[in-house]
């Protein structure tokens, strides 16, 4: 995989704390699949006793893949800190280990909700710069991650699937590897994924739809709607509860993903977290041709204020995304 980015990449030829890094982080997705491949005979599956900062009670695996993540980045010499889904406070390099430059944002399991049930999960990363001169680790402090995605030097995320994947990207469009397990390696499979413009296939939890915005419901209901609604066209439907997997669907045949703010919880602006699920995610759509956006403005240039901060996500092929936000948004 390195080959291959370092030579599309001048900038990774010359720094070799960005590119451990890279390497790092796909060797710790290649130890969660390896861990994932064998479920229940590992004694991996099911609920631990703890809940996050998200007020979720945390799969094993959450926990156990949040601390391959640490575990085989936080001794490189790459990173200044690391915040995940699953830690209340940002991580500290430890002061034996030498502090890097940059900083490791992640969701270590994404789609939890299905591991027992053996649908395909994924783990999401987001790569940021410190923006100041600090020499230690222990100078930190949160507002050093809270850039806006605009600002990620890489992003990408590892689908635990049919195949193991690896999709990344370093703003020069999104490149995708499936892990050949007997050869232990990452193997190129798709050197510029590009997603179509048009799309008939959405991508939404249904059961919350007495609690959505009018606009939402309304284009909701157009889909359903089909050649005979306003749309003039039939749409399919999918929903498999882990963005990766969803995301990664509509980055390979087009379409259109929806978690949208919600009456639920009316004063957080949605479920997703921002600065390692929407972020990373929103990254990726973009240079595959795709636009995410949270509804108001596009999603990677939210200033967060919080490292545990949520957003409301729209994002998919760009015609359709469009549609809704020029046909739905303003008109209800
Ligand atoms: P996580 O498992 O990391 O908490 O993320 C789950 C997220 C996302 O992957 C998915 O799209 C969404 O939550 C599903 O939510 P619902 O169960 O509300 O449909
Ligand atoms: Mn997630
Ligand atoms: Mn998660």
């Not at 001794?75 to 830690?87: K, Q, T």
Request: charged share 20%; with cysteine.
């Amino acid at each position: 995989m390195l080959e291959f980015l370092s030579e599309k990449y001048t900038s990774l030829r010359n720094d070799a704390q960005l590119s451990n890094l890279i390497q790092n982080i796909a060797k710790s997705c290649q130890k969660i699949s390896n861990l994932l491949d064998k479920g229940d005979l590992n004694n991996v599956l099911g609920k631990s006793e703890n809940i996050n900062i998200q007020g979720e009670v945390q799969a094993k695996l959450d926990i156990i893949a949040n601390n391959i993540i640490i575990n085989e980045n936080n001794f490189i010499g790459s990173l200044a800190g690391l915040v995940s889904e699953e830690m209340d406070c940002f991580y500290k390099i430890p002061d034996n280990y030498k502090t890097g430059d940059y900083l490791l944002l992640f969701d270590p399991l994404d789609g939890s909700s299905n591991i027992d049930v053996n649908i395909s999960v994924g783990t999401i990363f987001s790569i940021l710069k410190v923006h100041r001169k600090i020499k230690n680790s222990k100078e930190l402090i949160s507002n050093d991650f809270l850039q806006p995605g605009i600002n990620q030097i890489a992003a990408g995320y590892a689908i635990y699937g049919p195949q193991t994947s690896f999709v990344i990207s370093l703003g020069n469009g999104v490149h995708s590897f499936i892990l050949d397990k007997e050869e232990k390696r990452l193997v190129l499979t798709n050197e510029s994924m590009k997603m179509p413009k048009d799309t008939n296939e959405f991508s939404i939890n249904s059961s919350n739809s007495r609690y959505w915005d009018k606009f939402i419901y309304n284009y909701v209901q157009d889909c359903l709607r089909g050649s005979d609604g306003p749309l003039s066209k039939n749409y399919n439907m999918r929903w498999t509860g882990s963005m990766v997997a969803d995301v990664h669907r509509i980055i390979t045949r087009g379409g259109i993903f929806l978690y949208p703010w919600d009456s639920r919880n009316p004063n957080i602006p949605g479920k997703l977290r921002l600065m390692y699920e929407a972020n990373p995610m929103s990254f990726i759509v973009e240079q595959a041709g795709g636009i995410a956006s949270d509804g108001n403005k596009r999603i990677l240039e939210i200033l967060p204020n919080e490292l545990h901060q949520r957003a409301s996500v729209i994002l998919g092929s760009s015609n359709e995304v469009n549609r809704l936000l020029d046909c739905y948004l303003n008109t209800y």
